[in-house]
Nanobody, 124 residues
Framework: QVQLVESGGGLVQAGGSLKLSCAAS????????MAWFRQAPGKEREFLAT????????TTEMSVQDRFTISVDSSKNTVYLTMNNLELEDTAIYYC?????????????????WGQGTQVTVSS
């Protein structure tokens, strides 16, 4: 089993920045890549970005790629999501996910392990 714990969420003003962390523990060797998703109230869970543990393969959703950056510190088994110039529409619960299969995934069904999520609220 793999446990994922997100942190770093909170309340931020529009235009501000946050850096989310996802610490993986347990049998982390079972995960080939990691990702960040978010889910706003009444909406589907949305893919944001994915990265492999070596950090040399990443994909970021086009709608946020100018503001969000995914990164990894494999020595700490931790994945990060740096979010800049936050907008009201970024308010959501942000989830970290782990994929078992080799290769990157872009849909929630591509991921087996999930964290509990961290709330990000952007205020005007």
């Amino acid at each position: 089993q793999v446990q994922l714990v997100e942190s770093g969420g909170g309340l931020v003003q529009a235009g501000g920045s946050l850096k989310l962390s996802c610490a993986a523990s347990g049998r982390t060797s079972e995960t080939a890549s990691m990702a960040w998703f978010r889910q706003a109230p009444g909406k589907e869970r949305e893919f944001l970005a994915t990265i492999n543990w070596s950090g040399d393969s990443t994909t970021t959703e086009m709608s946020v790629q100018d503001r969000f950056t995914i990164s990894v510190d494999s020595s700490k088994n931790t994945v990060y999501l740096t979010m800049n110039n936050l907008e009201l529409e970024d308010t959501a619960i942000y989830y970290c996910a782990g994929r078992k299969e080799v290769g990157l995934g872009y849909k929630k069904n591509d991921y087996f392990y999930w964290g509990q999520g961290t709330q990000v609220t952007v205020s005007s």
